[in-house]
């Protein structure tokens, strides 16, 4: 197989206009709306997808407060990523970035910065999260901002958790109504950490940027789970990274296997020299999805383990209950590969009720195909997708009924009527996508695009908040060899 395309006939002009915007150096010339182009036959490629958002994220938090030199190695690139190299630059943490390497010189558990820092991380939700808990570790004031959607998505969990550790934090409204801007005022030392009670809250993410820092409290940190976690797959992922560092984290579980508290003890980490970080899931699920919905087609996933505890690897193997084969790839070791099951089917996947509220990223992939399926598909516990840079569930709903298919909203349910075949192969059907600057909503109705007329994503650009080569990675996917 060829890592850089795929067997098909040739693409029409959407990939044509990507091979153009390549040519002049960027897809900030990509037509917009972007006309997705159809996938001419079967993709039988491979792909290795940018490093992972989550643990980059994650590895970039512990990287900066340890004491020593990392260096992380398949590290994700994008706007998000930068935001917050960025953002602990700003709090004096020594980084020097090149190609897809990232050398952090670790501050040793403070922050070096002696003056108030202002730190505006866009429509970051994990940066800015991640920067409240780490501005407990600073030396004087930081202010955190965003964009206009980050001042209404929720923050008020982190500044009750950072409050209960005795951490001061002004923020725009108070309670619930806590909002962005916000500054944290740190104290002389770092935090003493101790006990917080968490009950149901808006994102897992709050919490995450806590366990993170709490190797440098100085009584580390104890989480009690009042009700059952939101986005425990996340937590779990922190806990993973936590224990990659050579963090003895504890936890606890219920007969169900839900979390019921995870305890971080005083002992910060020191650097790591070689951090190798896997392909990301909820990137590499478009092409996994792509591969499920083209009949003939097999696509490997480079980078990408089969058994990945990534949260989005759910959604991954959503795809094999409705039909795709997933499997360890032969390429090479820590590989998955993707097959649609079927050769001649309109059809391929079925449609089934599934639980994804371990993968709220995948979520919007699965959903988009599911247009596709033979029958209905119910996606249940997509609560925390209303929260996120857009409301996702009301994005999917519209964009679902622009395609033809139906859609429905109920509680925290979306339910997928499948698309008529003949509106699949109308020769003048549009269907307009309003991204609403959301990259996965575009990237998820990409994929359907590739399968369905006439679809139209209005800001492309906006892919670049987590996979800024998508659509040129797009364009070799489908590109006759």
Known sequence: MNSSGANGSAANGGAGAIGRAE????????PDPFPVPRAGGPLRTSIRVPGSKSITNRALILAALADGVSVLHGALRSDDTDGLIEALRAL?????????????????????????????????????????????????????DGSARMRQRPVADGVTLLAALGVSVSSTGSGTNAALPLTVTPGVAA?????????????????????????WFHDGLHVEFTEQPTSQSYLELTVDELRRWGVAVDESRDATGQLTSITVPYGPPR????????????????????????????????????QSRQPDMLAIQALGAMGALIAPSPMEPGATRVACAVVDSQ?????????????????????AIAALADGETRLDGLSTLRVKESDRLAALRDGLIATGAGARIEGDSLIISPTSAQHRRAPDAIALIQTVRDHRIAMAFAVLGLQASGVQIVDPGCVAKSYPDFWMDLARMIRPQ
């Not at 650097?271 to 909820?282: C, K, L, Q, T, W």
């Not at 996947?349 to 699965?366: E, K, W």
């Open 191 to 215: 935090p003493h950490g101790g006990t917080v009670r968490v009950s149901r809250t808006s994102t897992s993410q709050c919490v995450s940027g806590l366990l993170l820092c709490a190797p």
């Open 23 to 30: 040519a002049n150096g960027g897809a900030g010339l990509l």
């Open 347 to 367: 059809s391929p996947l079925r449609g089934g009720q599934f639980n994804l509220s371990g993968a709220p990223d995948g979520a919007l992939a699965v959903a």
């Open 92 to 144: 004096g943490c020594v980084i020097t970035v090149t190609g897809d390497s990232v050398h952090v010189h670790g501050c040793g558990g403070r922050f070096a910065a002696a003056v108030p820092v202002h730190i505006n991380l866009g429509d970051g939700g994990t940066p800015t999260r991640f920067m409240m808990a780490a501005a407990s570790l600073a030396r004087a004031p930081v202010t955190i």
């Open 271 to 306: 650097a790591r020299p070689e951090v190798h970080i896997e392909a990301d899931a909820s990137s590499a699920i478009y092409w996994a999805a792509a591969a499920a919905i083209i009949p003939g087609s097999v696509v490997d996933l480079l980078g990408l383990p089969h």
